[in-house]
Every structure is written in structure tokens, then in C-alpha cells.
Nanobody, 113 residues
Framework: VQLVESGGGSVQAGGSQRLSCAFS????????MGWFRQAPGKEREGVAI???????GYADSVKGRFTISQDNAKNTVYLQMNDLKPEDTAMYYC?????????WGQGTQVTVS
């Protein structure tokens, strides 16, 4: 299983960014994928998850600002982030669940100033 994130970078507060997670070797059907983030000195936290049926869930801190979506034809999961705030600065990781959250990407840095 391989997960590759892209789309991170620096953005000003109030701006938007879209992260992508291309996955391979993973049977998505019946499972779910998610985005997590970890800021310096803080624990990793869940940001958003999406099931193969399209059901979604979000952390309270990002509800109404972030949207997780999937493109099954491209084996890609996206995280659209709007109205970014400095506290959204973190390394963002894509993960795939099979039993537990067993598969992780290398992460992509998002910096909001």
C-alpha cells in the first residue's frame, strides 16, 4: 500500500489550499480513508475521514471550512481547506484504514501565516 500526499505549502490566513492523496495497493471498498495533522509539540489529530460510500466526518475545529472528497476513478482522496487559520499550520498526513489506521503517507506541510 502506498499513499502519496501533495498540495501543501505556505498560504496566508483566510486563503485556501487543496491537498491530494493518491493511493495504490489498497482496496478502498468497505473501508475508509482520512486526513490527520500534527503541529510541532502537539499530538497527531484527526481532521476528516471519508468512507468508500462517501460518508464523511470532521473534527469540530475544521467543520464548515474543510471538505474531504474522493475520486474513485483516480484512486485519490482530497482535502479542500478554506478560510485557513494560523492554527491550521501542521504536517498533514493521509491514512488508510484496514482494521486500524495501518497505512500512512509521508505527509505534506501546510503553513498558514
Amino acid at each position: 500500500v502506498q499513499l502519496v500526499e501533495s498540495g501543501g505549502g505556505s498560504v496566508q490566513a483566510g486563503g485556501s489550499q487543496r491537498l491530494s492523496c493518491a493511493f495504490s495497493g489498497y482496496t478502498y471498498s468497505g473501508h475508509c480513508m482520512g486526513w490527520f495533522r500534527q503541529a510541532p509539540g502537539k499530538e497527531r489529530e484527526g481532521v476528516a475521514i471519508i468512507g468508500s460510500s462517501g460518508s464523511t466526518g470532521y473534527a469540530d475545529s475544521v467543520k464548515g471550512r474543510f471538505t474531504i472528497s474522493q475520486d474513485n476513478a483516480k484512486n485519490t482522496v482530497y482535502l479542500q481547506m478554506n478560510d485557513l487559520k494560523p492554527e491550521d499550520t501542521a504536517m498533514y498526513y493521509c491514512a488508510a484504514k484496514s482494521g486500524g489506521w495501518n497505512y500512512w503517507g509521508q505527509g505534506t506541510q501546510v503553513t498558514v501565516s
